[in-house]
């Protein structure tokens, strides 16, 4: 009896772009979450761009800083917040000054995370050169 060797499709070659950010990345994850929770299915691959990561390395990025505990419950509801938003918590707003803060220090160690990984750019001047 012969078996048939299935092969998957192949995927189309196109440019990775690195994140400018870590910020960026997480509004991407954040977006790519709210467009799970609402039912979208995996991509066919005819996107823009083509990412370094799947949204799921973000989260696993943050995850791994918080068992590390090198960011706290704080961080990651301000993370979580602010993200859902598409917004950074604004410096002018006196009541978000507290949520800046835990923004900005997340947001500082989950760069070094991804700039790691190559999924943020390590030159954010010459992005084109990731």
């Known amino acids: 009896m012969s ?71 704080a961080h990651l509801k301000t993370l979580a917040h602010f993200g859902w938003r598409e917004c950074p918590p604004d410096s002018r707003v006196r009541e978000e000054e507290y949520h800046l803060r835990l923004w900005e220090d997340a947001l500082d160690r989950l760069t070094t995370e991804l700039k790691a990984k190559e999924i943020v750019c390590h030159d954010t001047q010459n992005q084109d050169f990731c």
């Not at 066919?44 to 761009?49: A, F, H, K, R, V």
């Open 3 to 73: 078996r048939t060797r299935r092969m998957p499709n192949p995927i189309p070659v196109k440019d990775v772009v690195a994140f400018i950010s870590a910020e960026e990345a997480w509004f991407w994850f954040m977006r790519s979450e709210r467009a799970r929770r609402e039912g979208a299915q995996l991509s066919d691959g005819s996107s823009l761009m083509t990412r370094p990561c799947e949204p799921d390395d973000i989260y696993r990025a943050v995850m791994r800083l918080h068992r590390q505990k090198r960011i706290t419950n």
